[in-house]
């Protein structure tokens, strides 16, 4: 049998030979004044994100209404909640609420190639959303306290009981 | 050696559809000395500024409805952009889950950052990727840097040339 063969090719050097040098730009290693003006950036966009972040719960709760009242299918409210719920995934964290990305994460995986929606199904579903609600509303960051912990334990156990 | 990256010269895509993270992208990028950053908010805008502009590193989700992100990937190492094919790529995704990330691998990545990440990690990938670029390998199922990070001792059959 033969076997075919692949090319090791050398790493490409014309953007490092631009880029990489010994006196002017960045530190290979992150110094302290460069990570406080990172963080600086963060700071700033951190309001913007958090209205965002509210937006995307208000337009989530309404959807699940829309649901109740006959006016969205199952999987309409299932593909809105999956690419809502992996935004705010995504976002939470980033700005210091690691407690929202964490409910987030949990709600994502509980839709992720679901097609249909039971009683208890859509209960969980609008926990999450109603946990999130409370730690924007109650700007609660880092990954919250014991009360916080609690509550993402029980939402993590019910996904498992129910999915 | 080099003991700083100087990103005053490189020119950087971000494409990820949400707003916000882009912006949040561009503005660390800009932080760190980076003067040029294109944004696209989509797989179409994220195609046309690599059809269009000088690009030197690609930022990319892989999340980008009705496309992917890794259709975007692969038309870079395929060569079917204007892009340097062993151009660095970096993911920045919210799907992080294994498969994601084995698929992202697997489609020629440089890096993958899951999102939310944090600003250390983010400053350390693009350091990374710019100051310290890996080998590529070109076989007839994959183009993309060497998936090999940890130097294990191997003795099977010698599959490269």
């Known amino acids: ?163 | 050696m080099a003991e700083k990256v100087d990103f005053n010269g490189v020119h950087f895509l971000i494409v990820d559809g949400n707003a916000l993270s882009a912006d949040l992208a561009r503005d660390l990028l800009l932080t760190m000395g980076a003067v040029t950053v294109f944004v696209a908010h989509s797989f179409d805008e994220g195609i046309e500024v690599l059809g269009s502009d000088s690009v030197d590193v690609l930022l990319t989700e892989l999340h980008l409805p009705p496309r992917s992100g890794l259709e975007l990937i692969r038309m870079v190492r395929d060569g079917k952009t204007r892009a340097h094919k062993q151009m660095p790529i970096l993911v920045m995704s919210a799907m992080s889950a294994k498969e994601h990330v084995f698929e992202a691998r697997d489609a020629g990545v440089t890096e993958f950052i899951a999102k939310p990440y944090g600003v250390e990690g983010f400053y350390r990938r693009m350091v990374g990727i710019v100051a310290r670029p890996r080998a590529f390998v070109d076989s007839n199922e994959y183009f993309g840097p060497d998936r090999r990070r940890r130097q294990v001792p191997y003795n099977g059959p010698d599959r490269r040339d």
């Open chain 1, 1 to 163: 049998m033969t076997v075919a063969k692949s090319k090791l090719l050398p790493p490409a050097e014309d953007l490092t030979q631009r880029a990489a040098n010994s006196t002017t730009g960045m530190d290979l290693r992150l110094s302290p004044g460069v990570l406080r003006r990172l963080e600086e950036v963060v700071n700033e966009s951190r309001e913007k994100f958090v209205v965002d972040l509210a937006a995307r719960l208000r337009k989530l709760r309404a959807s699940t209404q829309a649901r109740t009242d006959g006016q969205m299918s199952d999987v309409d409210l299932l593909k809105l909640v999956f690419e809502e719920s992996l935004q705010i995934k995504g976002m939470g964290g980033t700005i210091g609420y690691q407690v929202l990305s964490l409910i987030a994460t949990t709600l994502n995986d509980f839709v992720t190639e679901r097609q249909t929606l039971g009683r208890i199904q859509f209960e969980i579903l609008q926990l999450h959303i109603d946990a999130m609600y409370v730690v924007i509303a109650d700007r609660i960051t880092d990954n919250g306290g014991i009360l916080e912990d609690q509550v993402l334990s029980g939402l993590r156990a019910a996904v498992r009981k129910f999915s």
